[in-house]
């Protein structure tokens, strides 16, 4: 069977994994953005025949039929990065053909109703190549100076390659999950390989919604932040 989805915030952190995550699956994926044009990661897919990216501003506002749509709110962030998602998730509840809906959140955001539609997750903090620059490890590896101000969630860090596989795997059901790293002290123990200093983040223990899945790490925390590091300086390179 030939699976379609529709990847909202698609040029974003997670919303690019899950594109990739699906491709790999053999998913076809019909990838949508505000830019106008991929950015240079997309390279890292390469030429693939299941791939289609749309400008948001060129969306038919099309939904075939039995498509999976993501909507990962994580994307947000800070400040305006994917806030068409809302605007989106408006639009959609106009379509009249079936279709799935699969949203992320961030742990503490979002809609915590258990009763909401289609697939729900949510999710500690994301690392890895790529992560944005109001991660406190994107800050640190940059070498920003002293830092006040992120959004990392201390209960837990996930490799974000694993997250988007795990949500893919689970994005057929109709259920809220709340994703956890195998260590309850994963975030300390990436901050580890990144510094020496002690941030003042108090560790809390993963406030689940629905039901919990551990996610395995497929690398360890080290080869992670060698690769989200190298990432970083060939992109100051380029610049």
Known sequence: MNHHAIVFAAQQFLGFELCNALLEKGWTVTAIDEDK???DKWMEIG????LEYVPYGEWDKNVREGSSVFLPYY??????RAGFLTEVDKLLSKVDQPFHKIR???IGKGNRNLEEEGAVFY???LYGIHQPEEFLFTQILTGRGEVTDY???PSGAIYVKDAAG???????????YTLKPLSNRSWNEVLSYITDEIFSADHREI????????????KSHRSIIDQQEKGIRLHEIEE
């Open 37 to 39: 044009e991929t950015v």
């Open 47 to 50: 030429r693939n025949a299941n």
């Open 75 to 80: 994307d947000q962030g800070r400040g305006d």
């Open 104 to 106: 992320i959140y961030s």
């Open 123 to 125: 999710l500690p903090t």
């Open 151 to 153: 959004v990392d969630d």
């Open 166 to 176: 795990m949500i893919v795997k689970l994005s057929s059901k109709k259920d809220t």
């Open 207 to 218: 406030e689940s919604v629905g039901k919990e899945v551990i996610v395995r790490p497929s």
